[in-house]
């Protein structure tokens, strides 16, 4: 989802006011008195910074996408209060099994070995996709039912759109795949013998099959190679490389094509839903923020500057600083062993006659809380 922006710049543009004086410590923002600590902030920004920076981010780079990151949270939290009004929050089962899918994806141990090679806590992963299970659930539950499409629309869009719906040369092929070879030599030996492409894919044993369609220009080189003078019902010879070895079986080769609007209609419905979903969305948190108290620390706040910047009185919603210096309550500067210094980067706690400028923020999407896989990396 996009243009979420502005939205999502609303929950940084906030005005000093005064604060409890018995926060919790590592809590760096609260959204309608639910707390957002500092060990989800750093840890939605470590997934999103995996690989490994050529030089150490300055305090100010580090605080911006900070800010980022909490309107992220900021949204998944409203999404979160939303659900749980509804009852329809994802259960502890549905969690696991989800768990479960994912970690099907990976050879055994592989999964834990991501983990442990890119220092991610198992907990605050696991909560990172209950919360992508929860937006997708309210994605699908409560802004789906709101979405129609007219026939017109769909006709309207099918004209003017033709590049989508032309197929260029596709292979069609049975992926073996397993940690031994022994494995995929006996999947082999099943296939020949009964020569039954569906019965390859849906018996699944000790090897994982999966039946994939893809285009020549998409495939790894080694696959291009291997399957160039195969014959439908034909397989490669066994391969090898870090995933496991693997064969490929040629089940068919498909020639250029247009999709005709009934069979482009699927394609056309999802186009077209997901940008009607984007308004709704949008429609939803620009709701939600108006009526929405929502105190952040001010270390996350961008630079104070004198003039400019919009009037926070017509933002709606109801918006004020935690203070760092309270009462055994900790700022970020502090948790994250920054020390700030006089100069660049320094955050200025506003008076009441100072506008802040939110600077420009990264896109944000309810896709970017997906947890689908635990490294970016394998």
């Given at each position: 989802?996009?243009?979420l922006?502005?939205l999502?710049a609303?929950?940084?543009?906030?005005t000093a006011?005064?604060?409890?004086?018995?926060?919790?410590?590592?809590?760096?923002?609260?959204?309608?008195?639910?707390?957002?600590?500092?060990?989800?902030?750093e840890?939605?920004?470590?997934?999103?910074?995996?690989?490994?920076?050529?030089?150490a981010p300055s305090?100010?780079t580090?605080?911006?996408?900070?800010?980022?990151?909490?309107?992220?949270l900021?949204?998944?939290?409203l999404?979160a209060?939303?659900?749980?009004?509804?009852?329809?929050?994802?259960t502890?089962d549905?969690?696991?099994?989800?768990?479960?899918?994912?970690?099907?994806?990976y050879?055994?141990?592989?999964?834990?070995q991501?983990l442990?090679?890119?220092?991610?806590?198992?907990?605050?992963?696991r909560?990172?996709l209950?919360?992508?299970?929860?937006?997708?659930?309210?994605?699908?539950q409560?802004l789906?039912?709101?979405v129609?499409i007219?026939?017109?629309?769909?006709?309207?869009?099918?004209?003017n759109h033709?590049?989508?719906?032309?197929?260029?040369?596709?292979?069609?092929?049975?992926?073996?795949?397993?940690?031994?070879?022994?494995?995929?030599?006996?999947?082999?030996?099943?296939?020949?013998?009964?020569?039954?492409?569906?019965?390859?894919?849906?018996?699944?044993?000790?090897?994982?099959?999966?039946?994939?369609t893809?285009?020549?220009?998409?495939?790894?080189d080694?696959?291009r190679?291997a399957l160039a003078k195969?014959?439908p019902g034909?397989?490669?010879?066994i391969?090898?490389?870090?995933?496991?070895?693997?064969?490929?079986?040629?089940?068919?080769?498909?020639?250029?094509s247009?999709l005709?609007?009934?069979?482009?209609?699927?394609?056309?419905?999802?186009?077209?839903?997901?940008?009607?979903?984007?308004?709704a969305?949008?429609?939803?948190?620009?709701?939600?923020?108006?009526?929405?108290?929502i105190?952040v620390?001010?270390?996350?706040?961008p630079?104070a500057?004198?003039q400019g910047?919009e009037?926070?009185?017509?933002?709606?919603?109801?918006?004020?600083?935690l203070?760092?210096?309270e009462?055994?309550?900790?700022?970020?500067?502090?948790?994250?062993?920054?020390r700030?210094q006089?100069?660049?980067?320094?955050?200025?706690?506003p008076?009441?006659?100072?506008?802040?400028?939110?600077?420009?923020?990264?896109?944000?999407?309810?896709?970017?809380?997906?947890a689908s896989k635990?490294a970016?990396?394998?």
């Open positions: 989802m996009k243009r922006l502005p999502i609303m929950c940084l543009l906030l006011c005064a604060s409890s004086s018995d926060e919790e410590t590592g809590v760096v923002a609260r959204v309608d008195g639910r707390p957002i600590y500092l060990s989800q902030l840890f939605q920004h470590d997934m999103m910074h995996l690989e490994i920076a050529a030089s305090v100010a580090l605080r911006k996408e900070y800010g980022e990151v909490l309107g992220q900021i949204m998944l939290e999404v209060a939303e659900m749980e009004s509804r009852d329809l929050q994802p502890d549905e969690v696991r099994e989800a768990e479960a899918k994912i970690r099907a994806d050879p055994p141990g592989a999964f834990e991501i442990v090679e890119e220092y991610i806590d198992l907990d605050s992963w909560r990172q209950r919360a992508h299970l929860t937006l997708e659930r309210f994605f699908q409560v789906r039912p709101q129609r007219e026939f017109s629309e769909a006709e309207d869009y099918y004209r033709p590049q989508e719906f032309s197929l260029p040369p596709r292979v069609r092929l049975a992926l073996i795949l397993a940690p031994e070879r022994e494995t995929v030599e006996k999947a082999l030996e099943e296939y020949r013998r009964k020569r039954d492409a569906e019965a390859l894919v849906a018996n699944q044993g000790p090897a994982t099959v999966r039946e994939l893809m285009r020549e220009g998409q495939m790894p080694q696959w190679d195969l014959q034909q397989n490669t010879s391969l090898h490389d870090d995933s496991g070895y693997k064969s490929l079986v040629l089940l068919e080769r498909l020639p250029a247009v005709s609007a009934p069979q482009a209609y699927p394609l056309i419905e999802q186009a077209l839903v997901e940008v009607k979903l984007q308004d969305f949008e429609k939803w948190l620009s709701v939600k923020l108006a009526a929405a108290k105190a620390s001010a270390h996350l706040l630079k500057v004198g910047g009037d926070r009185k017509t933002l709606g919603a109801e918006m004020e600083l203070d760092d210096k009462q055994g309550g900790e700022g970020l500067a502090t948790a994250t062993g920054e700030e006089p100069g660049d980067g320094v955050i200025m706690e008076s009441e006659d100072q506008e802040v400028d939110q600077g420009d923020l990264e896109e944000s999407s309810p896709d970017a809380a997906s635990p970016g990396r394998k």
